[in-house]
């Protein structure tokens, strides 16, 4: 599991964060990562990835409000894939997050809490 968190740690992580981390942010997020993460679970996400349902038809059964929520420095879904997955819901949206990777909740969590709070305040007032 800690090989799989250094190879996963530059996919996820935006480069500023990473930077500003340095090692003792890597260390410190690959403990917690350890912590909360198991082979079992890793190869039980695996298996319904490749076994679950994956058919767009269900994103367009989503009857919520839904916002795709990503960083400028995601090497995983990418600004044009972020647009592309929201425009899979009904009413999808997306914003990009400056600076921040594939988890921009950690990247830049007061960023990624205003976009929510944004977001909310916008599906209530339209309700």
Request: no cysteine; aromatic share 8%.
């Amino acid at each position: 599991m800690a090989a799989l968190y250094a190879h996963l740690y530059p996919e996820v992580f935006g480069a500023e964060m990473i930077e500003e981390l340095g090692t003792p942010g890597f260390l410190g997020l690959r403990e917690s990562f350890l912590a909360l993460s198991t082979k079992e679970d890793l190869v039980n996400g695996l298996k319904l990835a490749l076994t679950g349902e994956t058919s767009a038809d269900v994103l367009a059964r989503v009857q919520a409000p839904t916002l795709v929520v990503v960083g400028d420095d995601d090497v995983l879904l990418s600004t044009s894939g972020a647009r592309e997955l929201a425009a899979k819901f009904p009413d999808g949206r997306y914003e990009i997050m400056p600076g921040a990777g594939h988890l921009p909740f950690l990247d830049d969590a007061s960023g990624f809490q205003a976009l929510v709070a944004k977001f909310v305040d916008e599906v209530e007032a339209n309700a």
